[in-house]
Every structure is written in structure tokens, then in C-alpha cells.
């Protein structure tokens, strides 16, 4: 039961992972104003939107720093711990 529940959380820390990693890169090729096609927009608007439950909350309480926003790096060390600490309450 236990081996279940700790792949389901690795799962659901590297998905998340991910999708903030490409929400963090397709944030730069906007900011490049380059001549993408549609569906990379698309593609954006669909990680922003899973990426926003994380974010989101985050934005509002963390600002910015010089402009930058700090709050995906932020948002991975706390998935990070806090899957890592999950994992080692299950394991035992």
C-alpha cells in the first residue's frame, strides 16, 4: 500500500516539476517575442493554468525581486521537500 502511495506522490512532484519548468521557458520565449505557432500558445495557456494552482498562490505572498519572479524556484525546492518528507513518513 505504502509502495502505491509513494509512486503516486513522485509522480505528482515530477509532473509538477515539469510543468513549472516549461511554464518558466515558454515565459522566456514570450518575453522574445518570437513568431511561434498557435498551438505553442495554446500549449502556455494549458501548463499556466496547472502550473496556477502552485503558482498562483505563491505570487501573492512572495514579490518580486529586481522584477524577477522567484516564485517557481520557490515552488520547486517546496515540492521537492515536501515530497521528500512524505516519502520518508511512509517509508518509515
Known amino acids: 500500500m505504502n509502495y502505491a502511495l509513494i509512486t ?3 509522480f505528482f512532484v515530477e ?3 515539469l510543468m513549472i519548468l516549461i511554464e518558466v521557458i515558454g515565459s ?9 505557432p498557435a498551438f505553442v500558445y495554446d500549449l502556455l495557456r494549458v ?3 496547472i502550473t ?11 514579490p518580486s525581486i529586481g522584477g524577477l519572479d522567484i516564485t517557481p524556484i520557490i ?8 515530497g521528500n518528507a512524505l516519502i520518508r513518513l511512509l517509508a518509515g
Not at 52 to 62: A, E, Q, W
Not at 75 to 82: I, K, N, W
Open 8 to 10: 503516486v506522490i513522485k
Open 52 to 62: 496556477g494552482v502552485i503558482l498562483d498562490p505563491l505570487r501573492r505572498i512572495v
Open 47 to 49: 501548463v499556466q493554468r
Open 28 to 36: 522566456w520565449l514570450l518575453v522574445m517575442r518570437l513568431n511561434l
Open 15 to 17: 509532473f509538477f516539476s
Open 75 to 82: 515552488a520547486l525546492l517546496g515540492l521537492q521537500y515536501l
